[in-house]
């Protein structure tokens, strides 16, 4: 009985940098963890990032460890995704997502309907 809406996706050139954000609404107990997956053309949607409620369990894919920072407010139900010196292959739809873990794509109980980031090269 959640719904999440993201935004923040666009076009940038390789190095730049793009603020996603994610709010939820609804019934959010299933909000324990939030965080993002992406999708690219051709491709099997991939974890990205997942953000606890307690700092320590925040987690990245290696692939974007010191670039991509994510962070969360729980006041008002929002977690966002900073994306630092983006390059082309980071180029996908990105989707928020939240559940009471974020281990795999099965246990995700919520997504949003996803937001398009483009990397130029």
């Known amino acids: 009985q959640v719904q999440l809406v993201e935004s923040g996706g666009g076009l940038v050139q390789a190095g730049g940098s793009l603020r996603l954000s994610c709010a939820a609404s609804?019934?959010?107990?299933?909000?324990?963890?939030m965080g993002w997956f992406r999708q690219a053309p051709g491709k099997e949607r991939e974890f990205v990032a997942s953000?606890?409620?307690?700092?320590?369990?925040?987690y990245y894919a290696d692939s974007v460890k010191g670039r991509f920072t994510g962070s969360r407010d729980d006041a008002k139900n929002t977690v966002w995704l900073q994306m630092d010196s983006l390059k082309p292959e980071d180029t996908a739809v990105y989707y928020c997502?939240?559940?009471?873990?974020?281990?795999?794509?099965?246990?995700?109980?919520?997504w949003g309907q996803g937001t398009q980031v483009t990397v130029s090269s």
């Open positions: 997502a939240a559940g009471f873990t974020l281990a795999t794509i099965a246990s995700v109980t919520t």
């Open positions: 609804g019934r959010t107990y299933s909000t324990h963890v």
């Open positions: 953000i606890g409620r307690s700092a320590p369990n925040t």
